[in-house]
């Protein structure tokens, strides 16, 4: 069956750096598009970035373009968000999806505060 493990959430400061990571099994992995989404207390869960199956092409919410990166390693099943200078209103809970495929992991939690 499909499963969809995040980690790497934690207490980051503003400006720093955090990466999350999405491990993967149940699936081609390498045949799908990946996302991250994230959904902050009291709103709607948010689309924030989505890599191809090939990984050639990204694209990221406003929110958080110039400086979120996503990317993927096919051998591994996985993929990755890189958060840089994140900002408290980057708090969330973090999920990764496959694009597709109704099934949500258990996402991993990030605050950033000082």
């Known amino acids: 069956q499909v499963q969809l493990v995040e980690s790497g959430g934690g207490l980051v400061q503003p400006g720093g750096s955090l990466r999350l990571s999405c491990a993967t099994s149940g699936f081609i992995f390498s045949t799908y598009v990946m996302t991250w989404h994230r959904q902050a207390p009291g709103k709607e869960r948010e689309f924030i970035a989505g890599?191809?199956?090939?990984?050639?092409?990204?694209n990221y919410a406003d929110a958080v373009k110039g400086r979120f990166v996503i990317s993927r390693d096919d051998a591994k099943n996985t993929v990755y968000l890189q958060m840089n200078s994140p900002k408290p209103e980057d708090t969330a809970v973090y999920f990764c999806k496959a694009f597709g495929i109704d099934f949500w992991g258990q996402g991993t939690q990030v605050t950033v505060s000082s």
């Open positions: 890599s191809t199956s090939a990984g050639d092409s990204t």
